[in-house]
Nanobody, 121 residues
Framework: QVHLVESGGGLVQPGGSLRLSCTAP???????????TDWYRQAPGKEREFIAR???????NYADSVKGRFTISRNNSRKTVYLQMNSLKPEDTALYYC????????????WGQGTQVTVSS
């Protein structure tokens, strides 16, 4: 099991920004590059939903709900994936999870512990 450490969550006012980080401290660099890096979120009473992906090839894609406001990026040398969240809305309030999934082996998937983001005035 891959150990993932998330950070950066917190309480922010509507319109504010946060940056989430997810690091795989025990993974070697070359292994990290073989994993797609995703962010998901789960609001109370709702199912976990896909937010964004930074793939092994560097391509990115986003859920419509966050497109234009959130930016995913990854630093392979630091074994870290980031989620820059701007123009936050109360409906962005959720527990945010990172996920590493191997580019060719679907069953090889690992989750972080989650970091809480609360958007409220």
């Amino acid at each position: 099991q891959v150990h993932l450490v998330e950070s950066g969550g917190g309480l922010v006012q509507p319109g504010g920004s946060l940056r989430l980080s997810c690091t795989a401290p025990r993974m070697i660099f070359s292994t990290f590059t073989m994993y797609n890096t995703d962010w998901y979120r789960q609001a109370p009473g709702k199912e976990r939903e896909f937010i964004a992906r930074a793939s092994t090839t560097g391509t990115t894609n986003y859920a419509d709900s966050v497109k234009g406001r959130f930016t995913i990026s990854r630093n392979n040398s630091r074994k870290t994936v980031y989620l820059q969240m701007n123009s936050l809305k109360p409906e962005d309030t959720a527990l945010y999870y990172c996920n590493l999934n191997h580019y060719s082996l679907q069953s090889d998937s690992h989750w972080g512990q989650g970091t809480q983001v609360t958007v409220s005035s």
